[in-house]
């Protein structure tokens, strides 16, 4: 069987390969969320994020065969994810009113200091996909190729997109430095 | 790239990735699928709900996964006390969409059916077999409808779900992978060919054999319109065939244009196509003054744009009084322009090879016009040379001894073509491409036949 639900009188049920699922989410949830957090920078937002990767995650009982497929798996529906909440988001606030005041960014970023602040501000003006490869260059730590499988891009593209990245977060840091 | 910024960078990451502690996470909220005498119950389908630390040992509830093949009709499944319902049952779950067709491509119908359970949209497909399987739609499509076609090259029948009320918002698509059940199929990264998103030309449509994105501009002449025809591989990823011309009402999908008859219109037949590449249909005469966006994501940041003070009508331009302004990845990048008559920009992502965005700008001078290219390398904004045996613009020219007409233009997929007319009767004319590596060069497509009203075009007969 592949993850079929076993009803049994009396409420419960066990899952041949859930429960391993199950481990496997419990092991890499908060990393999930951070990864979440750091792409969409809103605890809740991130929160659904990852428990729609995992709701996903679920249905793909073969995933379980190979643990560090899982794990990519479950990156990939988590940037894939944030990707989503962050075009809704800028949907929702499209239709804003001008006179009506934006609102207040996060409050996470305001018990930061003040050069992280600034970093994680000029991340906020790089394209979603340059921002998804640094993240899980530097926060992630994860090999070109992994962040290839879990963007499904090229290795190539890995490499050129953060080298862009990075050009562009030090331009814009060194403006940002000069400016003041 | 300097270890200096990776180091900040990978700082500020961390001390904000440490601000989420496991405590500020949401309480263990699992989800239970049980029976008790005489129904089913499923409790707690919350979007919420998460495990955490939950040791498997312990997991005696089932968590209401979206995607269950419950072997309902097995006899190897154990029974369940009391009499069964449909599962799942619950207050809020009802139908919303449905459709009638061989999903697992077994050769008989199933029936699927789009239902909304505690304000989480499922797609629920009760198989001919006996089996039910399921998978979530994903948070924040509004609803309902359920429209099935062969997308795929497998032997099932794909299920496609509208994510809003706008025909440019691609939609999802349900296939079924052997060995995975039904599953989300994928679309490639935005830019790929076939789709831009969040372009309101884009439109998308389901036939009975397939998935077809076209694009809706409109078009002078009789109405021709790119087109492609998607396909799904073996692992549930969309894939776009090559770009098509087809017919059709602006806002209906395109099809294959009939056989060219004697459409009233006159004019000599200009042959087949062959293989000349989609010379038509050319972008709209749509030269704008606003800022272009090009980015790949809708509302994105990247554009061009021309600013500096514009001249009196009909006055020209000094040199360096318009600048070429392109902001991309956060980063300003200006050209002064030369002088001369005032430029318009073209507003169209040219498709001339290379992997820097190139953008176009034409002047006009009475009959004739001139365009100028311009592409960010090594971090500028640098107007590209031209080389090669013709001029990049529109107007009379000297060919080969005789006066004629020359059109440069550029076409909805983003390529640009020259062509000098050598026969009026007979619409022939040297063809050119213009390809883009350290200049931009015009690349020799030898003879065709162009007829401009009809929007037709072939190797001539």
């Excluded at chain 1, 391993?20 to 937002?45: E, F, G, I, K, T």
């Excluded at chain 2, 190139?358 to 002047?363: I, S, T």
Aim: aromatic letters at 6%; charged letters at 25%.
């Amino acid at each position: 069987m592949t993850g079929d639900v076993m009803l049994v009188p009396g409420g419960g049920a066990a899952v041949d390969g859930l429960d391993d699922a199950v481990a496997l989410y419990s092991a890499h949830r908060l990393a999930l969320v951070r990864l979440a957090v750091l792409l969409v920078d809103d605890l809740q937002s991130a929160e659904d994020v990852v428990q729609d990767a995992f709701t996903g995650f679920l249905g793909r009982t073969r995933a379980l065969e190979d643990p560090d497929r899982a794990l990519a798996y479950l990156r990939t529906s988590v940037v894939n994810g944030a990707r989503s909440a962050l075009r809704r988001r800028r949907t929702a606030r499209a239709y804003v009113p001008p006179h009506e005041v934006e609102p207040e960014g996060p409050s996470g970023r305001a018990e930061l200091n003040e050069e992280h602040r600034e970093v994680l501000a000029a991340m906020d003006r790089l394209p979603a996909r340059q921002r998804e490869v640094l993240v899980l260059r530097y926060w992630s730590e994860l090999s070109e190729a992994e962040i290839a499988e879990v963007l499904g891009i090229s290795r190539g593209t890995v490499k050129s997109t953060a080298s862009r990245g990075l050009d562009a977060l030090e331009r814009i840091m060194t403006t940002t430095e000069v400016s003041r | 790239m300097s270890t200096l910024m990776e180091d900040r960078l990978a700082a500020a990451l961390r001390a904000r990735a440490e601000q989420v502690r496991p405590e500020d996470l949401r309480p263990v909220d699992v989800p239970v699928l049980s029976l008790e005498a005489g129904r089913t119950r499923a409790a707690r389908r919350r979007r919420t709900a998460v495990l955490a630390g939950l040791a498997a040992a312990a997991c005696t509830a089932a968590v209401a996964a979206p995607l269950l093949l419950t072997d309902a009709g097995s006899e190897q499944t154990p029974a369940p006390a009391g009499p069964t319902e449909p599962l799942p049952t619950s207050s809020t779950e009802r139908p919303l969409g449905a459709a009638a067709a061989d999903v697992d491509g077994d050769g008989v119908e199933d029936a699927a059916t789009v239902v909304r359970r505690d304000g989480t949209l499922v797609i629920q497909v009760d198989l001919a077999s006996g089996d039910r399987a399921e998978a979530p739609v994903r948070a924040g499509v509004p609803g309902a409808l359920l429209t099935a076609g062969d997308v795929g090259g497998g032997p099932g029948v794909e299920l496609v779900v509208p994510v809003s009320d706008r025909a440019y918002d691609l939609p999802l698509v349900y296939t079924w992978l052997a060995g995975e059940g039904l599953v989300a199929a994928t679309w490639p990264d935005a830019g790929l060919e076939g789709w831009r998103p969040g372009v309101p030309v884009n439109r998308w449509t389901v036939l009975q054999d397939g998935l077809r994105t076209w694009e809706a501009e409109s078009v002078e002449g009789d109405g021709r319109f790119p087109y492609w025809d998607w396909s799904l591989d073996d692992r549930g990823r969309l894939r776009p065939g090559p770009v098509q011309l087809g017919c059709a009402a602006p806002e209906d999908a395109p099809a294959p244009c009939p056989d060219k008859g004697d459409d009233g219109k006159g004019g000599p037949d200009v042959g087949p196509r062959g293989d000349l590449p989609a010379l038509l249909p050319a972008l709209e005469e749509r030269w704008m003054t606003d800022p272009f966006r090009f980015d790949e994501e809708p509302g994105g940041r990247d554009h061009v744009e021309l600013q500096g003070p514009l001249p009196e009508q009909g006055a020209a331009v000094a040199a360096g009084q318009r600048e070429l302004v392109v902001t991309r990845d956060g980063v300003e990048y200006r050209a002064p322009l030369a002088a001369g008559q005032a430029p318009f920009l073209v507003p169209q992502l040219l498709a001339v090879d290379g992997d820097e965005p190139v953008f176009l700008l034409e002047r006009f001078g009475g009959d004739t016009s001139l365009l100028e290219m311009f592409v960010l390398r090594d971090a500028e904004l640098v107007p590209v040379e031209t080389s090669g045996e013709v001029f990049l613009g529109s107007g009379v020219v000297d060919h080969e001894g005789e006066m004629t007409e020359q059109r440069t233009w550029v076409t909805v997929h983003g390529q640009v073509f020259t062509a000098v007319l050598l026969d009026h009767p007979s619409r022939r004319h040297r063809l050119w491409r213009w390809d883009l590596g350290p200049t931009l060069v015009p690349t020799d497509l030898g003879v065709a036949c162009i007829d401009w009203e009809r929007e037709d075009y072939g190797r001539c007969p």
